[in-house]
């Protein structure tokens, strides 16, 4: 149960600092110590921007990453690298990243690099010699997600061949990070999420649970129910209805559901959540430019204190922010900080 009532956290990503973006077109010309250098000073700006915010929980901003899943495919053997997309042109979507040919069996004898992550993480953090006390939570994708980008063939006959191929991987990665000390990851399925309505959804719960099975109780195991945000666009219908009741059995301890930029349809899914597990809700839509105040956040806790006691009450943004200009992405947390704090003080919780 969650121990900090009306607790304020995020996702996961967090936009790049324009200068790694110039930075990241420009590798070739770096050395291993600049990209090294440049690596820490990213996370340092994503980390300053979540302290500055007053967040209860912080991650690393995914800034080493390519995109939120397709930077591990270059820890895993047995795959060759898709090196162009399929389509150039017309409106972004997914179909403009490709899919990597498997050429042999899935390995990862390097780990998914989740570890290196949270270990420049933490480091950066103590480093800092912040008087803030937050939770440094990991995040990574589940094995049904990292499928999505591989290619069936001679050695895995279909998705699910592939699934399970990395689910041992990433559960691995996971045993990993809690001997790294990692006391929060959340494992991110949104395949899972935006393809419920056509799949059974107890062959999903079987998945997940597999692969949290051997640091669930060891870690604090959270996950987040996403529709797509790749270019602020979904992919899935944006309906909860049918992952629920079936996805009540997943073994974590915080299911987050994505509420600001659906207006809070399906609300009265929540108390249903929270029976089992904490529950974070989105109060902040990351797909529009429009600045909560911190009296709309405010209004949305209540409305969620109407369904959920505040101890089994989490706030983030809808979503991971990496699609989300830095300049608005820093307002939104600290609105949404701000508005919590508000209710906080209403109902006698320290702040």
């Known amino acids: 149960m969650n121990s900090c009532p ?20 420009q590798l070739d ?10 690596q820490d000073d990213a996370v340092i700006t994503a980390l300053h921007d979540q302290l500055a915010a007053g967040l209860d929980v912080v991650t690393d901003g995914e800034q080493t ?13 047995g795959i060759e690298l898709e090196s162009s997309s399929p389509r150039h042109f017309g409106p972004p979507a997914h179909d403009q990243r490709g899919k990597h040919q498997v050429t042999g069996e899935l390995l990862a004898p390097r780990g998914l690099g989740a570890v290196e992550e949270f270990k420049r993480l933490s480091r950066l953090f103590h480093a800092g010699k912040s008087a803030a006390t937050v939770t440094l939570k990991a995040s990574m994708p589940g094995p049904y997600t990292l499928s999505g980008r591989l290619l069936p063939g001679a050695h895995y006959a279909d998705r699910w061949a592939l699934t399970e191929a990395l689910l041992p991987l990433v559960r691995q990665e996971l045993e990993d990070l809690v001997a790294a000390g990692c006391s929060e990851i959340s494992v991110d399925e949104p395949s899972m999420s935006c393809y419920a309505h056509r799949e059974d959804p107890r062959r999903f719960v079987d998945i997940f649970n597999r692969t949290v099975e051997s640091v669930a109780g060891r870690t604090r195991v959270c996950t987040h129910l996403c529709f797509g945000n790749y270019k602020a666009r979904a992919v899935g219908p944006r309906r909860l209805a049918p992952m629920f009741p079936a996805f009540l059995d997943f073994k974590c301890d915080e299911m987050h559901v994505e509420m600001a930029s659906r207006e809070f349809a399906e609300l009265e899914l929540i108390p249903q959540i929270a029976r089992r597990m904490d529950v974070a809700v989105g109060i902040v839509d990351v797909k529009s430019y429009y600045i909560e105040t911190p009296q709309d956040i405010a209004d949305r806790v209540r409305l969620c204190l109407q369904h959920v006691p505040a101890e089994r009450l989490v706030f983030a943004p809808d979503c991971g922010l990496s699609q989300t200009a830095r300049w608005a992405a820093k307002q939104k947390l600290a609105r949404m900080v701000e508005g919590v704090q508000l209710v906080k003080k209403e109902l006698g919780l320290p702040v």
Do not use: C, H, K, M
């Not at 607790?7 to 790049?16: L, Q």
């Not at 010309?29 to 440049?38: H, I, L, N, V, Y």
């Not at 990453?65 to 053997?77: E, M, P, Q, T």
């Open 6 to 25: 009306l607790r304020t956290s995020v996702i996961g990503s967090y936009p790049f600092p324009g200068w790694l973006e110039f930075a990241t077109q």
């Open 29 to 38: 010309r770096f050395g291993s110590a600049d990209r090294a250098e440049a």
């Open 65 to 77: 990453r390519f995109d939120f899943n397709l930077s591990f495919y270059g820890y895993i053997a």
